[in-house]
């Protein structure tokens, strides 16, 4: 109640509800990444994030669609493709009608509008909008 902020980041102002919260915020502006992966070396700021990491290694998918009975291995995966069985569009094309599930969807989308050709074949230098 004193309006004294315990947990406020002296990089970017970010103030952290706790002080576990806190040490894992700075880690962000440090570099510090003191959870390794004993499979591939791979370093992590975040012992959650190894975790997840982890599963790759282990095969493990504990996230289950109650719809279909697909597994996942993180609950992102699980909330994507539960947008196929709600129809669930969030992703609209401001230039257009069409409306798309991911974000990386619509990415791809507005290439159509922009004429972007990000992706260069190493054979003939021709530019295309999409990598295959």
């Known amino acids: 109640h004193t309006g004294e902020k315990p947990h406020l980041c002296n990089y970017c102002g970010k103030d952290c509800k706790d002080r576990k919260s806190f040490k894992r915020h700075l880690?962000?502006?440090?570099?510090e990444k003191p959870y390794t992966c004993n499979h591939c070396g791979k370093a992590f700021s975040v012992n959650d994030c190894l975790k997840r990491h982890l599963r790759i290694h282990t095969g493990e998918r504990p996230y289950l669609c109650n719809q279909c009975g697909k597994v996942f291995a993180d609950n992102k995966g699980l909330a994507r493709h539960q947008k196929i069985h709600t129809?669930?569009?969030p992703y609209p094309c401001k230039l257009c009608d069409k409306t798309f599930r991911r974000s990386d969807q619509l990415i791809s989308h507005l290439r159509i509008h922009t004429g972007e050709k990000p992706y260069t074949c190493s054979y003939c230098g021709k530019g295309y909008s999409h990598n295959c």
């Not at 880690?27 to 570099?31: A, E, I, L, S, V």
Request: proline share 0%; glycine share 24%.
């Open 27 to 31: 880690m962000t502006h440090t570099g």
């Open 87 to 89: 129809g669930e569009t």
